[in-house]
């Protein structure tokens, strides 16, 4: 059978650039690009909250470990934790994810049917880890997201509320 497939670059600037707050999604069995939704609550992302990024496998220009600062559902300040990072999160130019975006990316990839889509979460539903996998036959086609430090804030939004 034959696949119609948007590269992966195309698919993740796509999966970037969805907007808006994204409700979490089920988690998928190990190995898995398709099943039932877990059982567990669902996670809403709040409009503002910092997490730790760290972003690996694969040859992507977004490797590294970032701190990552959300207010009103964008990426307002991404700050590498060492030099590389810091390069990486400079040369970014507003392309690091808030974890809506992340979780985006995991359904975009499960709709290509990427071999392998995985993602863990807490009790709550929060994600802390996202790995991709488009091609298991292929090499340095992987995303791995590790997501920790992660905490809402109390700040109120730019509109006041």
Known sequence: MSKT???RPVAVVLAVGVSGVVAACGSESAGSSSGAA?????W?????????LTSSEGERSLLGTFEV???????????????????VAREADG???????????????????????????????????????????????EAVYDISDYRP???PGRDGR
């Open 5 to 7: 497939r948007i590269s």
């Open 38 to 42: 877990s059982t567990r609550p669902t």
């Open 44 to 52: 809403r992302e709040p409009a503002s909250y910092t997490y730790t």
């Open 69 to 87: 600062t959300v207010v009103d559902g964008k990426v307002t300040k991404a700050v590498g934790t060492d030099e590389d990072s810091r390069r």
């Open 95 to 141: 392309r690091v994810p808030t974890i809506g975006q992340l979780l985006a990316e995991a359904d975009a990839a499960r709709g290509e049917d990427a071999d392998v889509v995985d993602v863990d979460h807490t009790a709550d539903g929060r994600p802390t880890r996202i790995s991709v996998d488009w091609d298991e036959d292929a090499i340095d086609d």
């Open 153 to 155: 804030s109390d700040a």
